[in-house]
């Protein structure tokens, strides 16, 4: 999926949802510390933004 954003003008990015993973965050060139909620407002010119994903852990149900 892409997203778009115009500079200067303040949004946050939407964070994604993957069944069986949970959002850590966005990461961009030079931005290697996930981040959630991200704001534009701080981005400027193309970028390729990277979702980062984690596995989430579900719980074992006992068998009958």
Do not use: H, M
Not at 1 to 18: E, F, R, V
């Amino acid at each position: 999926d892409s997203t778009t954003y115009t500079p200067g003008l303040s949004q946050t990015l939407p964070n994604p949802t993957k069944v069986g993973c949970e959002f850590l965050g966005w990461t961009y060139p030079g931005q290697t510390e996930p981040q959630k909620d991200l704001n534009t407002n701080i981005l400027s010119g193309n970028l390729t933004l990277t979702a980062n994903w984690g596995a989430t852990l579900v719980p074992c149900r006992p068998l009958p």
